[in-house]
Structures are given as structure tokens and as C-alpha cells.
């Protein structure tokens, strides 16, 4: 079981190493604009004289919802994939083996997903959010290292800021992630909900920096309460998606 503390940003930047830099990003770095062809496919003649066909529309799908940032050495991470929506009704009413699987992807330790389950049904969404928090809470120190065992790696770049001094603050963040590790043991997650995908950057480089500073279990009880944001999020994400 643990309890819920608050990082004190006084004393984190005694305790940096020094070969963690954290370069000073721009407070609005947007990406430059790009200068439109108006100039349709079809009015452009090949070498033959003949008029090509217009060519098919690329679409896109939206992008990755944002959840969290683990720790990797290879790479910025990219936030766990949110699992798919049910709907609370359907929720309330999926196997007992489905509901643990889908729980499990908004939370990796089994007990928690357990727990949440045994609730059912529940009568609204701020019921089932409640048990998901109560559940956390309630983690013990080895459930609580099965559940950030659980948190994905990626080596993808972590989106966010784009422009001068980016790269930078990619390579600081990757030593910081390893430093991170180095001296807590697990993976560094945070919670990045609510946030624009131009302050995701900021928000991580300026999180890992001050909680770099932590004494070990002071560092543990804010990571439990960003894992419990995180699986709260998720949650909410399966069971309002649909009706």
C-alpha cells in the first residue's frame, strides 16, 4: 500500500547529474508553415503530353491518444495505446475473462483489474472510476512493480515540439531516462492527459528533471499516483466511448 505525496521541486536540482542537460526549449515552438500548391494533379501534363488522373486522397486517422511516457534508453517513448471502447453497459456485462483482459490494458497489475471487476455492475462512470482509484490505493510495493513492469517501451520519438533545439531535448531526455532508471529501479511514467501535443515535450523534460531530485520512496509514491492517473484515464476512455 502506498500513500500519495507531492514532489518538491526545491530539491531537485541538487541531486541532477551533471551529464543530464535539459536545453532551454522555446515557449511556442510551432512547426513553420508550408506553402501551399495550388496547382491540381490533373493540370500537371507528363513527358507523353497526356493528362494524368487526379491522384487518391490519403486520409488519416486521429492521432494516439496520450497517456503516459516510460523510461527507454534507445529512444523517446510513446504513450501506452488506450484500450478499445465498450460502453458502460456492455462493460458491466462482459465475461469475467474479457472484462480482466480489457482491464489489464488500462492497468498492469492483475489484482487491481481483479478488484475492479468484482464491483460490477456499476451504476455510472464516476462509480467505476472511483473503484479503479480505491484499487490503486490499495496496491502493494510487488503489484505495484508488476504494474510499471507493464508500462510499453517504444523507440519512436516522443511527438510534441518541433523547431530550434528539439533535437537537443530529445538526447537530453533519453540520458534522463536512463539516469531515471538507473537510480529508481522501474520506468519513469507520467500522465499526460489534458495536455496539447506542443507542450508534451515541456511537460516531460520539466516532470523528469524535478523528480530526478526524489528520494527513492518519495519518487515511488508520486510514480503510483501517475500510474493510477494513468489506468484512470484509460478506464475512462473503454467505458464512455460508446453507450
Known amino acids: 500500500m502506498f500513500t500519495r505525496t507531492t514532489a518538491t521541486p526545491a530539491a531537485a536540482s541538487s541531486r541532477v547529474p551533471a551529464s543530464v542537460r535539459f536545453p532551454q526549449l522555446p515557449s511556442a515552438a510551432r512547426p513553420a508553415p508550408v506553402e501551399k500548391n495550388h496547382s491540381h494533379p490533373s493540370e500537371e501534363p507528363t513527358l507523353s503530353g497526356d493528362t494524368p488522373a487526379a491522384r487518391p486522397t490519403t486520409l488519416h486517422g486521429p492521432p494516439s491518444p496520450r497517456c503516459g511516457i516510460p523510461s527507454q534508453l534507445r ?10 471502447g465498450l460502453g458502460p453497459h ?5 465475461a469475467p475473462d474479457d472484462t480482466l483482459a480489457a482491464l489489464h490494458g488500462c492497468c498492469g497489475s492483475r ?9 460490477r455492475p456499476y451504476p455510472d462512470l464516476d462509480a ?7 484499487a490503486c490505493y490499495d496496491l502493494t ?8 513492469a507493464e508500462e510499453p517501451l517504444s523507440p519512436q520519438p ?17 540520458a534522463a531516462y536512463a539516469e531515471y532508471e538507473r537510480r529508481f529501479r522501474h520506468v519513469f511514467v507520467i ?3 489534458g495536455y496539447r501535443d506542443d507542450e508534451l515535450l515541456d511537460q516531460v523534460l520539466s516532470g523528469i528533471r524535478t523528480r530526478l531530485g526524489n528520494e527513492p520512496d518519495e519518487e515511488r509514491s ?3 499516483d501517475e500510474l493510477r492517473r494513468l489506468a484512470r484515464g484509460r478506464l475512462a476512455h473503454l467505458a464512455a466511448s460508446t453507450p
Not at 79 to 84: A, I, K, L, W
Not at 90 to 94: A, H, V
Not at 111 to 119: K, M, Y
Open 158 to 174: 516522443l511527438v510534441g515540439t518541433r523547431g530550434p533545439g528539439t533535437l537537443a531535448a530529445h538526447t537530453a531526455l533519453r
Open 141 to 148: 510495493a510487488a503489484e505495484l512493480d508488476e504494474a510499471l
Open 128 to 134: 467505476l472510476l472511483a473503484a479503479s482509484d480505491e
Open 90 to 94: 456492455r462493460f458491466n456485462t462482459l
Open 111 to 119: 489484482r487491481w483489474a481483479e478488484r475492479v471487476a468484482a464491483h
Open 191 to 193: 500522465c499526460l492527459d
Open 222 to 224: 508520486v510514480a503510483a
Open 75 to 84: 529512444g523517446a517513448a510513446l504513450p501506452r495505446p488506450r484500450p478499445e
